[in-house]
């Protein structure tokens, strides 16, 4: 893509999405105050406004936090490893080799994602999803071989512009920048500005595009390959003159991926929780305002007097003394607000708040503990609630991402060696606490199969015939998220049987071959005893 076309499509981009930038500054107003500004311009830290004073309830603030953190403790808990890897070949997987390779494969993805910033980024994302509806997760490598690091970034939302394929996957991205001199020079070094920019100081700040686009031709080949020769190239660019500044790089991967809550049926953007509750959002915004300016009528009373009745300036300061002609010439004006109605309606829209941000279902009961099925039963809920959102974070975000965290660090050599003869196409599995949750009430479900079985074997002994009893051992391991390694393979544990069975066989012969020879023995001394009976006396 040429310089002129890149700032085409942005300035198209920006024209198209005037409409939601105006939704989005509502919600930074009213649910994530702090989050960024879309129609402010910050050229210092002096200029970052840290006040909000059309803000006068956080109920929408705090709901959105709730539902943010409960998604990043449910499906990306950082106490627990939230994925795991599988071959699509299920032999494989029951080959102790190849499953013991997965698991140690999964574990220095997870070390590695650990050891980055990913646990802080994530969150902001997952809040952006709940208030904006849209975010832009990024994943840039830093270093080589035993040096690299990852590097996760939320991208601020106003900064963002991306194209669709026709699989609604990012196929371009553009983000806008705004760099000082200094900061283009210690990117690309001191011989890299342009004309246009040679003469300005470093403190100055320049308009740049930020471009990632999909190649027409690259290379296919495994392991690394030259920038110029990857599936997607990148540029950077001054918005002004249209000059490229640097040489144009490549990733293996599209390092951004665009996280929506639900995706709107004819437009490229998500809408979101604080989106449906906007109307009530508001509505108790201007309600807390009114019972507020009521509240201080109640609390500070305006005075009412006659036309003559003072003597003096009225003084409403404590200790303060006013003249008066009559004692009963000057007393306060009551409002007579009816505050039981504005706390009945305040709490309703508090409730319908929560509820639009699945608050009241997420939060845990007052009680000192919950019981294993009470945990079993919350995870079910939420996964029912959330379950579409999920699904759409796994297939757009989390499943690429992964993906891309295993090829650089293949391509870095820092995965295990594959064992011999083990070669096959490898998938994402999700083992989170939703995931676990979803797999422990199949456990549950089978132990209460075989549990009935046992029971009905009595009056019908058939019924034992039914269950498959290998296979529920090896999926009941899987199905409790147990390691691969405390599971023999299925080759060796048919070696054993077999060596059993023909030690079992070879006893059974020899034990006959006894008991023949011990029949043989009887049988000739009862001959001998016969025939010495009938010797003459």
Same mark, same amino acid.
């Given at each position: 893509?040429?310089?002129?076309?890149?700032?085409?499509?942005?300035?198209?981009?920006?024209?198209?999405?005037?409409?939601?930038?105006?939704?989005?500054?509502?919600?930074?107003?009213?649910?994530?105050?702090?989050?960024? @500004?879309?129609?402010?311009?910050?050229? &210092? !830290?002096?200029?970052?406004?840290w006040t909000n004073p059309e803000l006068f309830d956080s109920t929408a603030v705090r709901a959105c936090t709730i539902l943010a953190s409960s998604i990043h403790g449910a499906l990306t808990n950082p106490s627990v490893r939230w994925f795991d890897l599988r071959f699509r070949d299920d032999a494989l997987n029951?080959?102790?080799? *190849?499953a013991g390779w997965l698991t140690d494969a999964a574990n220095v993805m997870y070390y590695a994602i650990q050891d980055s910033n990913f646990n802080l980024e994530i969150g902001e994302t997952y809040t952006d999803i709940c208030s904006f509806g849209s975010s832009f997760p990024s994943l840039e490598q830093e %270093?080589?071989?035993?040096?690299?690091?990852? #590097?996760?970034?939320?991208?601020?939302?106003?900064?963002?512009?991306?194209?669709?394929?026709?699989?609604?996957?990012?196929?371009?991205?553009? +983000?806008?920048?705004?760099?000082?001199?200094?900061?283009? $020079?210690?990117?690309? %070094?001191?011989?890299?500005?342009?004309?246009?920019?040679?003469?300005?100081?470093?403190?100055? $700040?320049?308009?740049?595009?930020?471009?990632?686009? $999909?190649?027409?031709?690259?290379?296919?080949?495994?392991?690394?390959? *030259?920038?110029?020769?990857?599936?997607?190239?990148?540029?950077?660019?001054?918005? &002004?003159?249209?000059?490229?500044?640097?040489?144009?790089?490549?990733?293996?991967?599209?390092?951004?991926?665009?996280?929506?809550?639900? $995706?709107?049926?004819?437009?490229?953007?998500?809408? &979101?929780?604080?989106?449906?509750?906007?109307?009530?959002? +508001?509505?108790?915004?201007?309600?807390?305002?009114?019972?507020?300016?009521?509240?201080?009528?109640?609390?500070?009373?305006?005075?009412? *007097?006659? =036309?003559? %009745?003072?003597?003096?300036?009225?003084?409403?300061?404590?200790?303060?003394?006013?003249? #008066?002609?009559?004692?009963?010439?000057?007393?306060?004006?009551? &409002? +007579?607000?009816?505050?039981?109605?504005?706390?009945?309606?305040?709490?309703?829209?508090?409730?319908?708040?929560?509820?639009?941000?699945?608050?009241?279902?997420?939060?845990?009961?007052?009680?000192?503990?919950?019981?294993?099925?009470?945990?079993?039963?919350?995870?079910?809920?939420?996964?029912?609630?959330?379950?579409?959102?999920?699904?759409?974070?796994?297939?757009?975000?989390?499943?690429?991402?992964?993906?891309?965290?295993?090829?650089?660090?293949?391509? =870095?050599?820092?995965?295990?060696?594959?064992? =011999?003869?083990?070669?096959?196409? #490898?998938?994402?599995?999700?083992?989170?606490?939703?995931?676990? /949750?979803?797999?422990?009430?199949?456990?549950?479900?089978?132990?209460?199969?075989?549990?009935?079985?046992?029971?009905?074997? @009595?009056?019908?002994? !058939? /019924?034992?015939?039914?269950?498959?009893?290998?296979?529920?051992?090896?999926?009941?391991?899987?199905?409790l998220n147990l390691p691969p390694k405390y599971v023999r393979s299925k080759d060796k544990v048919e070696a054993e049987m077999k060596a059993e069975k023909e030690a079992a066989a070879a006893q059974a012969q020899t034990a006959q071959i006894n008991e023949a020879g011990q029949a043989m023995k009887s049988v000739? @001394?009862?001959?001998?005893?016969?025939?010495?009976?009938?010797?003459?006396?």
């Open positions: 893509m040429t310089p002129e076309e890149i700032c085409k499509r942005v300035s198209q981009l920006e024209s198209d999405r005037q409409n939601i930038e105006q939704k989005w500054q509502e919600i930074s107003t009213y649910v994530v105050p702090h989050r960024g @500004e879309f129609y402010r311009e910050n050229d &210092s !830290e002096n200029s970052v406004d029951k080959n102790t080799d *190849a %270093g080589s071989g035993t040096d690299t690091n990852l #590097v996760f970034s939320t991208i601020p939302l106003n900064e963002c512009f991306f194209e669709e394929d026709h699989k609604g996957n990012v196929c371009r991205f553009y +983000r806008k920048l705004e760099w000082t001199i200094g900061q283009i $020079k210690s990117k690309f %070094g001191e011989d890299s500005l342009p004309e246009s920019l040679a003469q300005k100081s470093d403190t100055d $700040k320049v308009d740049m595009l930020y471009s990632i686009y $999909k190649r027409d031709k690259y290379s296919e080949q495994e392991g690394k390959v *030259a920038g110029s020769r990857r599936k997607y190239g990148y540029k950077y660019i001054v918005r &002004s003159s249209k000059e490229e500044i640097g040489e144009e790089g490549g990733y293996y991967e599209m390092p951004v991926w665009v996280a929506r809550w639900r $995706k709107a049926a004819d437009s490229m953007w998500a809408y &979101s929780p604080a989106m449906i509750a906007m109307p009530d959002i +508001r509505t108790l915004n201007e309600l807390i305002k009114l019972i507020l300016v009521a509240a201080e009528k109640a609390i500070d009373p305006p005075m009412k *007097a006659t =036309e003559r %009745g003072l003597m003096s300036d009225l003084d409403l300061t404590a200790g303060g003394l006013t003249m #008066v002609r009559d004692m009963e010439g000057l007393a306060p004006l009551e &409002s +007579r607000a009816r505050f039981d109605v504005s706390q009945l309606q305040r709490e309703q829209l508090m409730s319908s708040i929560r509820e639009c941000f699945h608050v009241d279902e997420l939060q845990l009961k007052n009680s000192p503990a919950m019981t294993a099925t009470e945990v079993q039963v919350r995870y079910e809920l939420m996964q029912r609630m959330l379950g579409p959102t999920v699904g759409r974070l796994q297939s757009d975000v989390l499943g690429p991402m992964l993906q891309r965290i295993f090829n650089i660090l293949y391509r =870095e050599g820092l995965l295990p060696e594959m064992p =011999e003869g083990v070669d096959g196409k #490898v998938d994402i599995q999700y083992t989170g606490p939703l995931a676990r /949750a979803q797999k422990s009430d199949l456990a549950i479900s089978t132990e209460r199969w075989l549990q009935n079985i046992a029971m009905l074997s @009595e009056l019908f002994p !058939e /019924a034992r015939k039914y269950p498959d009893l290998e296979y529920i051992v090896r999926e009941q391991a899987e199905n000739g @001394e009862g001959a001998a005893a016969l025939g010495a009976g009938n010797e003459p006396q």
